[in-house]
């Protein structure tokens, strides 16, 4: 069966240190990837998503970039974090396949001082 | 653009009632239609999807929600609700021509009053 990983869970940073987030996947071959970030009080937002290795694209302008360095992991990244990054970000997997099912991480819990 | 609205934030129902949580998305064709839901500092799982075929859907938990194409609705619902279904359920759709980009609702979180 596939299983999603983010790590770290939680995660406190200071204003202006970089940040690296992790999603790895198990138990599937070229999955779409898919990272979220998700507010205090407001819903999901999709950041980035990847279609194959080193093919990202961007939803939205911002303080943030990812990568993708092999088929089952998808890193966030940021070389100087802000305020107004934090919050919970969530990494999600899917069939390549349009409209198919997408499965959530656990999430990490960024929390910038 | 395609858009969800989730026009409840909070909804409170007693243990043993019944739920529905409404859900509209901006009218499109061949909608993919998922609800998903969220317990506090957790990822989201998956409740139910309607992809196709019997409008009506039976998830996991004893949920259900039916596809009304002519009401562009896609509403959540319960039977009788137990304390552990307390928590943020959020719809979302995809669109076939926008390849698989999930647009979410803003959430609608349910408390479960005793």
């Known amino acids: 069966s596939q299983t999603i990983h983010q790590w770290p869970a939680t995660l406190v940073q200071p204003v202006g240190s970089p940040l690296s987030l992790e999603c790895t996947v198990e138990g599937t071959s070229n999955p779409n990837l898919y990272w979220y970030r998700q507010a205090a009080g407001r819903g999901l937002q999709l950041l980035f998503y990847?279609?194959?290795?080193?093919?990202i694209s961007s939803e939205v302008p911002q303080n943030l970039s990812a990568s993708r360095p092999q088929d089952r992991q998808f890193i966030l990244s940021s070389k100087k974090l802000l305020l107004s990054d934090s919050g919970f970000y969530l990494c999600a997997w899917s069939v390549a396949d349009s409209g198919d099912t997408q499965y959530f991480g656990p999430g990490t819990r960024l929390t910038v001082l | 653009a395609q858009s969800v609205t989730q026009p409840d934030i909070h909804i409170t129902v007693s243990e043993g009632a019944s739920l529905e949580l409404r859900c509209n998305y901006s009218?499109?064709?061949?909608?993919?239609l998922f609800w998903y839901v969220q317990s506090p500092g957790q990822g989201l799982q998956l409740l139910l999807k309607y992809f196709s075929g019997d409008t009506l859907v039976q998830g996991i938990k004893g949920f259900e929600a039916e596809f009304k194409r002519s009401q562009s609705s896609f509403n959540l619902r319960k039977p009788s609700v137990h304390w552990s279904d307390a928590a943020e359920y959020f719809c979302a759709v995809v669109y076939e021509a926008a390849g698989n980009k999930l647009t979410f609702g803003g959430g609608t979180r349910v408390l479960v009053k005793p």
């Open positions: 009218y499109g064709a061949t909608p993919y």
């Open positions: 990847s279609v194959g290795i080193g093919q």
